[in-house]
């Protein structure tokens, strides 16, 4: 072996070194560097783990937020639909309310104006009579009582309409 220039001494001292010093490391550096080294997988595994746990967290917490928003959105049609509602009943509680106003007015002023008719008509029997009874002293050339002023009265009422038709 020396022929090929190894030293037997010197290569088995190397080679026992090279043991000793693979023993030291492998002892001393290679199990913490492979402990630290499973620990920190362990730890990226919890944190992905919890990381998806967030995740099905956040979707069902945006679920439930949508599941209210939509409740939310119902409550406020239905509001919005109860408040149109009410709006069309107070609408025609007053259009009706109006509408009898307006027909009791009506009635109230159709009686008004058949009183001041009647007052009228009978205002003018009246002076007609009046008229009637002042046209028939001057013909008859003396002065009528009550009675017969009235009983003169109906008749000319009574014979008017005819005696106009003849003029």
Not at 10 to 34: D, E, H
Not at 89 to 109: G, V
């Amino acid at each position: 072996m020396e022929a090929l220039g190894i030293n037997l001494p010197g290569l088995v001292t190397q080679i026992v070194s090279f043991v000793i010093l693979f023993a030291l490391l492998w002892r001393l550096l290679y199990k913490p560097v492979l402990r630290v080294l499973d620990q920190r997988s362990e730890r990226i595994k919890e944190s992905l783990k919890a990381s998806q746990q967030a995740r099905e967290e956040a979707a069902r917490s945006n679920q439930e937020m949508e599941a209210r928003l939509d409740e939310a959105r119902a409550e406020g049609q239905r509001l919005i639909a109860q408040a149109r509602e009410v709006a069309d009943r107070f609408r025609q509680e007053e259009t009706n309310k109006a509408r009898e106003e307006i027909a009791a007015e009506k009635s109230k002023a159709e009686a008004n104006i058949h009183r001041e008719r009647d007052a009228a008509i009978e205002e003018l029997r009246r002076e007609f009579g009046g008229l009637a009874i002042a046209a028939a002293e001057k013909v008859i050339g003396r002065s009528i009582d009550d009675g017969t002023h009235a009983e003169i009265i109906e008749q000319i009422l009574q014979d008017g309409p005819e005696l106009a038709g003849r003029n």
